[in-house]
C-alpha cells in the first residue's frame, strides 16, 4: 500500500559493468512480498550496459531505469541516482546484494512498531563466490538473529570517530551496518535535512561513511533490527573497495576519477600525502564533515587521528600491489607524522596496532560463538531446517563448514538462507 503518494522503502541501485550480478540482485527485488517499495537503477556502465537486463522488470512500474548522460564517479552516480528516489526509507543497494524476500515487510512493519526510527540498520549473509560465470560458491549461515533495538546515533557517531574500533572487524561486525543509508535506510525526513545543509548526500572520499555521519549528525532513534535481510556475495574481482585497499594503482586510478586535483586532495589529508588504505581517507572525510557543522550530534565528537595513523601503519602492511610507487616514501610519511604526536597520542597508535589481532576475535552475534555448545559432528547437505533445529532447539554449533559437499549455486545458497532464516526466527520467537 502506498502511503501519502509514496513508497514506504526505496532500493537505490547505482551500477556500473555487472550486468549478470544485477539481474540476479533484481530477480530478488522482484520478489519482494508486498507492494511497497520501489527500484531505482543508475547504469553508470562504461563497457556493459544494462538496459536490456533491466527492461525485463520494467513493465512493472516499481523499477525505475536510468542513465547519467555520460559515465559519472562513484558518488556522483549515488547522488544521481537517489534524487529519483521517492521512497519513506531510503536504501543504497549494489549488485552484490541479495534481499530475503521479506525484507521490506520486515521493515515496514518495525518501522510502524518503532514510530518510525531515524534510521534502520541490518545484517547480512555472506556467499563467496568461487566460479563467478557459473555462479557458484559457499555459504554457511553466519549472524544469530535476535530482538530488534534501538542504538544512539550519538553513541555510534562517538564510536566512528574514537576509530579504537576497526572500520570492518570481525569482532563488532554487527555494528558494520549501523548509521549507513549504503546497506542501511534512512529516513527521507533526514535526507532532505542532510541536501539542505550540506548541499549533497555523498561526498567523495568514502561517500558510504560520509553519508553516515551526516545521517548520524541528524538523528536521534536508529533501529538494529537484529537479522540479516540479505545475501552479500564476495569474490575476486567483485569487489571495488577491496582492490583499492590494497592495490596503488587501482586507488591512484579511484582518486583520480573523483578529485578535481590530486595533488592537492593527498595533502590535505589527515596524515597529509599518505593515501593508501581506507582508514586515512575515511578519517580525512570525518573531519571535513565535522568542520561543515556547527550543530547537531556532531558538536559532541572529536576525531581520535592518533587511532586512525594505527590504523593506516596496518594498511600500509596489507599493500599488495604497489605499482610505481615507493612503498619507502609511505613509511617514511608515517613515521614523521609519529613523531609528531605527544607521548599520550603515540600511545594510542601503539595500542591499535598491537591489539590488531584482537579484532579478528569472533563477535557473540556469531551463531557458531553465540554461547551454544560446539559439537564435531558434520552432517553434510544438512537442511536448513534441520541445521536451524541443531541450532536453537539443541542448542549445538555444527562445524563451520559449508552447507553443502560440493559448491553451490548462487540461487540454492539464498534458498538455504532464506528457509534457515525463516525457521530460525520462527523458533527464536522472533
Known sequence: M???????????????????????????????????????????????PCKDVVSQFLNDNKFKYFRPAEP??????????????????????NEKFLF?????????????????????SWQYEHFAMSDGEGQRGTYHPLIKPVMPSVYSALQELKRR????????GRST????????????????????KIKQ??????????????????????????LEVGRSLMM????????????????????????????????????????????????IFIASDYARIKAKYSTGNLSNVKLNIAAALGWAMIDYEQVTDWGNEDPAHFKKILDDFYVLLTGEEQAITDSIIEQNEKTRQPSPREI????????????????????????????????????????????DAMDFYIRYTNRSVQLLGL
Not at 515496514?108 to 534510521?119: G, K, R, V, Y
Not at 570517530?161 to 570492518?168: E, Q
Not at 545543509?197 to 536508529?222: E, K, W
Request: glycine share 6%; net charge negative.
Open 2 to 48: 502506498i502511503m501519502n503518494g509514496r513508497p514506504f522503502l526505496s532500493y537505490v541501485l547505482p551500477t556500473r559493468d555487472r550486468p549478470q550480478l544485477l539481474k540476479k540482485c533484481l530477480q530478488y527485488l522482484d520478489a519482494q512480498e508486498g507492494d511497497d517499495y520501489e527500484v531505482i537503477v543508475s547504469d553508470n556502465s562504461i563497457i556493459k
Open 197 to 222: 545543509y550540506y548541499g549533497r548526500v555523498f561526498v567523495p572520499m568514502s561517500p558510504d561513511f560520509t553519508s553516515m555521519v551526516c545521517a548520524l549528525n541528524f538523528s536521534d532513534v536508529c
Open 368 to 411: 557458531y560463538h553465540s554461547g551454544l555448545t560446539k559439537s564435531d559432528t558434520y552432517i553434510p547437505n544438512i537442511s536448513p531446517e534441520e541445521l536451524a533445529h541443531y541450532h536453537w532447539e539443541k542448542q549445538l554449533a555444527l562445524p563451520r563448514k559449508p552447507v553443502s559437499t560440493n559448491p553451490q549455486h548462487l540461487d
Open 100 to 120: 530475503h524476500p521479506r525484507a521490506t515487510g520486515v521493515l515496514h512493519a518495525l518501522a510502524n512498531e518503532f514510530s518510525t526510527p531515524d534510521i534502520l
Open 72 to 93: 559519472l564517479s562513484m558518488p556522483d552516480n549515488w547522488e544521481f541516482a537517489i534524487e529519483k528516489a521517492q521512497g519513506q526509507y531510503i536504501t543504497v543497494i
Open 173 to 192: 561486525q554487527e555494528k558494520i551496518s549501523f548509521g549507513k543509508i549504503y546497506s542501511g535506510a534512512v529516513n527521507r525526513k533526514i535526507v532532505e
Open 232 to 279: 552479500v556475495v564476495s569474490g575476486e574481482n567483485i569487489s571495488n573497495g577491496e582492490s583499492t585497499k590494497v592495490s596503488l594503482p587501482a586507488a591512484k586510478r579511484f582518486l583520480k576519477e573523483t578529485t578535481t586535483n590530486f595533488s592537492q586532495y593527498i595533502s590535505q589529508l589527515v596524515v597529509p600525502g599518505f593515501w593508501l588504505g581506507h582508514n
Open 161 to 168: 570517530f574514537d576509530f579504537i574500533d576497526p572500520l570492518f
